[in-house]
C-alpha cells in the first residue's frame, strides 16, 4: 500500500482559522482568550490579533480591548443575514444618493489598500463609477486617504516604506511630508477631500463611519465630476457626507453594545 503523504499545514493561517471560530463560543474575545483557546505565547496571540484587525477581520473595543469580528468577516458570513455595515448604511446611502443625484460609496480599509462594498451610481450620463471589490492604493482619492488618516503613526510609517506613491495627475501627492500633513489636517477636520487626484475630472469627498474601533469601521463617500463642483457646492457636500457618517455610525454602535 502507498504510504500517506504527508501534508504540513501552515501553523499562521491554521491559527487564524482558530481564532475566527472562537467566535462560535463568544461574543467577543481578548488576547488571553486567544493565548488560551490556541495555546499559543502572548505575543503570537497579539500578532495574530493585530494582523487580523489589519485586514478587517477583527475590530478591537478601544474601551474594553476586547476583539469582535470586523467588516471583512461580516460580508463573508451574509448569507446568514448578519446586520453588517452594508445593511445598516444601505438606505442612508440611498437617500444621499437621492438627495445628492451624485455616486454614492461605501468602503473599507484592508491592509495597505481598500476597496468599495456598495453603493449607487450617479443618475447623470456623465458620472464618477468605481467597480465594488478592486482594491485600491490609500495613498490618493478621498476614501484612501481618509482610511489611511486614521491609521496608527506605525502603520503610516511601514506604508510609506512599502508603497510607491505614483504621480496620476499634478493633484496626486507624492512626497511623503506633503501626504502626512494632509492626513493630519483630515484627522484635525473629520472629513477627507479629493479633487483631481487620480483622475484630472474626478472629485470626492468621504467621511468616517465609527463603529467599536479605535479606526473607521468604513468611509461613506459622494462621488462626482470637477465639473458640477464649485465653492457653494463642496461645503454642503462636505456636510452631507458628514451628517450621513454619523447617522449610520450612530446605529452601527446602538447595535453593537
Known sequence: MEAKKQIHKLSTVDNAISLLSLFLKYDSIGLMDIERELGI??????????TLTDRGFLVKN?????YHPGPIL???SR??????IISVSQPYIQELASLTNESV???IRSGNKFLFLTGIDSVYPAKVTSPFGDEID???????????????SADIDTYFKRVV?????????????????????????????????????????????????EEPTGALGIYLPMSRLNDQKLPELI???????????????????
Open 41 to 50: 505565547s502572548k505575543t503570537a496571540a497579539f500578532r495574530l490579533a493585530v
Open 62 to 66: 478601544s474601551k474594553t480591548k476586547q
Open 74 to 76: 461580516f460580508q463573508l
Open 79 to 84: 448569507k446568514f443575514q448578519v446586520n453588517d
Open 105 to 107: 460609496y461605501l468602503s
Open 138 to 152: 490609500l495613498y490618493f482619492g478621498a476614501a484612501g486617504k481618509l482610511h489611511m488618516a486614521y491609521m496608527s
Open 165 to 213: 506613491l505614483e504621480q496620476f495627475t499634478p493633484a496626486t501627492h507624492t512626497e511623503p511630508i506633503q501626504l502626512r500633513a494632509e492626513l493630519k489636517k483630515i484627522r484635525e477636520n473629520g472629513y477627507s477631500t479629493s479633487l483631481g487626484e487620480r483622475d484630472p475630472d474626478s472629485a470626492g469627498i468621504a467621511a468616517p463611519i465609527w463603529g467599536l474601533g
Open 239 to 257: 456636510a452631507l457626507a458628514k451628517g450621513y457618517a454619523e447617522k449610520i455610525s450612530a446605529e452601527i454602535i446602538l447595535e453593537k453594545e
